[in-house]
Every structure is written in structure tokens, then in C-alpha cells.
């Protein structure tokens, strides 16, 4: 049986481009460099590849508000020839959740502070409002593409894997990088690829 005949959701989770950090405007005014740009034309190319091979139904595309992921989604979706690119607010970047309880940080070249409760709950909510929105047990064959930030990949990866959310520290996510979770109708989940890079040639594949 081929994958698409299976009652599943596929949720294609792209990183953004690499970007510029400029004077200290911060997250929510930094936009794509032009290597960012290039690297959103391929992954463009590649998500238009899997949406149109795929015999799923496709749910759209959808990016977080931050420039560096909108614009890599609208650079994308000329390539799947779509008029708009739907924003979400709850797609925007997560901050680092660290708990030395639950992750030895002290092994890792990170130096990042124990994030306090409130900021764990925060994160926790919004990783939430995704799953909800996104991850629910489908009753057909579906696929849906969503342009985000590298943490919330990573804690998203980490609540299909059954891992604390601290366990986004030992994976590296490239700009432009490809990742597929699948939901499935029982509601059972599973990681089928992570940063997936090959649409990018090596010299313009980075991660900072």
C-alpha cells in the first residue's frame, strides 16, 4: 500500500532561510541574506516535488509572522505556484528550554541559563497550540507544509520522539533544512525524516 493511501498526515517542517542579523533590529524585523534567498528557491523546488507527487490532499502552506520564515515560505510558494502564504503566530521561534534534571547542559559548549517555570510553560503552550492545530489524527491521506524556526522544530520532533523538550540540544537543524512527522488515524506518531538537506548543494548549506 502506498503512503498516501494511508490515513495520515504529513507535516513537512521547514526551516528558514539563513538571515541577516543587522543593526540590532532583532527577530522580528531580520529578513532573509541573499544566500538565504538561494536556499529558499531549493527548498521551494523540493517542497513543490513532494507536494506534487504526493496523491494526499494538500491542507496548504503555512509560516510563522517572523520576516526570515514568511519570506522564505512566499519564495516557496511561487515555486508551488500559490497565490498567498497563510501566517500563523504561534509558528514563530521558541526560546532554549534548559533543565539540567533532565539534560546534562554542563557536557554541552551552550553556557545557556535553567529556564525559569514560567518561561517552560510558555513554551509548552505554544508548542500545544501547533500539535492542536496541526497534528490532529486525520481521517484521510493529508500534507502540510509549515515554514518555521529551528527550536520549535526540534520540540516538535522531541514530543513525537516522547522526549523532554530539552533534548533539542543534540540536534542541529540547517537553514532550509526539511523535516516530516506523520500523524496517523489511530493518532500513533512517528518521525519519518530530519533535516533532510540534499536539495542544497554543500557549499551553501549552514546552520547559524
Known sequence: MADDEIACRRVILIRHGHYERTGGLGDTAWGLSPLGRRQAVRVGKRVAQLVTSSTARFEGLYASPWPRAAQTAEIAARELELASVKIKPYLHE????????????????????????????????QVEKVRDRFFRPPRRAALVLLFTHGNLIRYLVSRTLRLPYEAWAMMDIAHC?????????SGFEALVSFNETGHLPPPIITTA
Open 94 to 125: 521558541v526560546i532554549p528550554v534548559v533543565d539540567p534534571a533532565r539534560v546534562d547542559f554542563g557536557t554541552l559548549p551552550l553556557g545557556l541559563e535553567t529556564t525559569p517555570p514560567h518561561e517552560r510553560q510558555a513554551a509548552h503552550e
Open 177 to 185: 533544512g526539511i523535516t516530516e512527522l506523520r500523524v496517523y488515524g
